[in-house]
């Protein structure tokens, strides 16, 4: 897989830094169910192509 895309810069963008950090991990839960959104750029000779896409992440109070 590195090899294929040994080329191409990617890089990872959290719109919320608090709960998800720059490498895409959840860094911590929030209190209510929350939605995060990142963007995802891949650049390869100059050229950057960029897509924003969103996930839920499950609330501490929300019942089980």
Same mark, same amino acid.
């Given at each position: %897989? !590195?090899?294929?895309? +040994?080329? !191409?810069?990617?890089?990872?963008? +959290?719109?919320?830094?608090?709960?998800?950090?720059?490498?895409?991990?959840? =860094?911590?839960?929030?209190?209510? @169910? @929350? *939605?995060? +959104?990142?963007?995802? @750029?891949? @650049?390869?000779?100059?050229? *950057?192509?960029?897509?924003? %896409?969103?996930?839920? =992440?499950?609330? %501490?109070?929300?019942?089980?």
């Amino acid at each position: %897989l !590195y090899t294929k895309y +040994s080329g !191409y810069e990617i890089k990872f963008e +959290s719109h919320n830094p608090d709960i998800l950090d720059n490498n895409g991990r959840i =860094i911590a839960q929030p209190d209510q @169910t @929350t *939605s995060v +959104s990142y963007t995802i @750029t891949v @650049t390869k000779d100059g050229v *950057s192509e960029s897509v924003t %896409l969103s996930s839920m =992440i499950k609330g %501490l109070y929300v019942d089980r």
